[in-house]
């Protein structure tokens, strides 16, 4: 027999539980998915592709979580280099580097050997990926931007 209040009417069960559960799955996977100005199809193409080609390629030295392996390479998550220098990343990515390179104040001296067989869109892609995530929010690094950049890499 359902509960009746003062009134005589029926009361109804706490619904709470439920609620509570879907609105914290709700602010969790709003709070986690990327940003709505970055939906295009174009976009989730060249992140997915993106993060399939810097697991393969770049994760082992700059890890999974972009923090980088201590005093030997360089975090690419709040890094002062990667958000004052677009092009020269990727040239990096294409052309590798040797000598010494400085983020965030520290000083970083392992060789960062090149990915020359990446085409131009693979470069994007990763470029896209790595831009957009942890705490980067660029958006879509263009394959045009990119190939752009790359015909103009000098000296890093």
Same mark, same amino acid.
């Given at each position: 027999?359902?509960?009746?209040?003062? =009134? /005589?009417?029926?009361?109804?069960?706490? @619904?709470?539980?439920?609620?509570?559960?879907?609105?914290?799955?709700?602010?969790?996977?709003? *709070?986690?998915?990327?940003?709505?100005?970055?939906?295009?199809?174009?976009?989730?193409? &060249?992140?997915?592709?993106?993060?399939?080609? &810097?697991?393969?390629? *770049?994760?082992? *030295?700059?890890?999974? #979580?972009?923090?980088?392996?201590? @005093?030997?390479?360089?975090? %690419? !998550? =709040?890094? !002062?280099?990667?958000? $004052?220098?677009?092009?020269?990343?990727?040239?990096?990515?294409? &052309?590798?580097?040797?000598?010494?390179?400085?983020?965030? /104040?520290?000083? &970083? #001296?392992?060789?960062?050997?090149?990915?020359?067989?990446?085409? $131009?869109?693979?470069?994007?892609?990763?470029? =896209?990926?790595?831009? #957009?995530?942890? =705490?980067?929010?660029?958006?879509?690094? $263009?394959? @045009?931007?990119?190939?752009?950049?790359?015909?103009?890499?000098? !000296? %890093?």
């Amino acid at each position: 027999m359902p509960k009746v209040s003062r =009134t /005589g009417r029926p009361v109804a069960r706490r @619904k709470w539980p439920v609620v509570f559960i879907l609105t914290t799955g709700c602010l969790l996977w709003l *709070c986690t998915s990327k940003p709505s100005n970055n939906s295009s199809p174009k976009f989730e193409q &060249y992140f997915v592709k993106g993060e399939q080609l &810097y697991s393969a390629h *770049c994760s082992n *030295c700059h890890q999974k #979580n972009g923090k980088g392996l201590g @005093k030997l390479y360089p975090p %690419l !998550d =709040t890094s !002062d280099y990667m958000s $004052d220098s677009l092009g020269k990343v990727l040239c990096l990515i294409r &052309y590798g580097k040797s000598g010494e390179i400085i983020v965030n /104040g520290k000083s &970083y #001296n392992q060789p960062m050997p090149g990915i020359a067989e990446l085409t $131009d869109l693979e470069i994007a892609e990763i470029a =896209t990926y790595i831009y #957009n995530s942890w =705490t980067h929010q660029k958006g879509i690094i $263009d394959v @045009k931007e990119t190939s752009k950049a790359l015909s103009n890499c000098r !000296d %890093l």
